[in-house]
């Protein structure tokens, strides 16, 4: 069998880029629950999880995947055509919450020809909001110390939780806060 990440046509290396370029995890499984292709991003995400084999789907995505096969199985024509049921679910790992979406994903490819596999997307949410709060500091002019604050915020943290985490008080939280919403109010208003 052909590696998947050979160059088969200039169409396809340059898919094949583009999905290494994400910056969350794609994961193409077959029905069987082998994986087809994963990017650098799955990879690092996958090694997270309880994984027996490195060419089988997690346990843990498998799941999803089953739905998704039952649904079509027991309920043809349930849905409208076109329609694209993604399936979500949060997975813990020591790195932090992992997103997961997966959804079928018709794949035409020089190997399996036209296929009904699995499109699964890994994202760590602490990662992601972590870029997110720092972005949005960086608009707002956020200092330092706002940005550590704002970050945890953004991951849904309690304000005991905050000044536990950063060594300051309640109140200091409160008092970043009561700045960081200030100066994104002025960021909005000013635009």
Known sequence: MRDLNESFDPQTTLLLAAIESFTVGLVIVAQNGTILHKNRRAQALLEDMPWTSPKMVPETLCHSCQTLMEIQEEHPGLFPAGYTL??????????????????????????????????????????????IAKQEAQRYGLTTRETDVWCLKRMGHSYKKIAASLYISENTVKKHLKNIYSKKEQSTVSI
């Open 86 to 131: 993604v399936l979500e679910d949060e997975i813990s790992t020591s790195h932090g919450t992992v997103h997961m979406r997966a959804q079928w994903f018709d794949w035409d490819n020089n190997i399996n020809q036209s296929s009904d596999c699995f499109l699964i997307t890994l994202e760590n949410r602490q990662q992601s909001l972590t870029a």
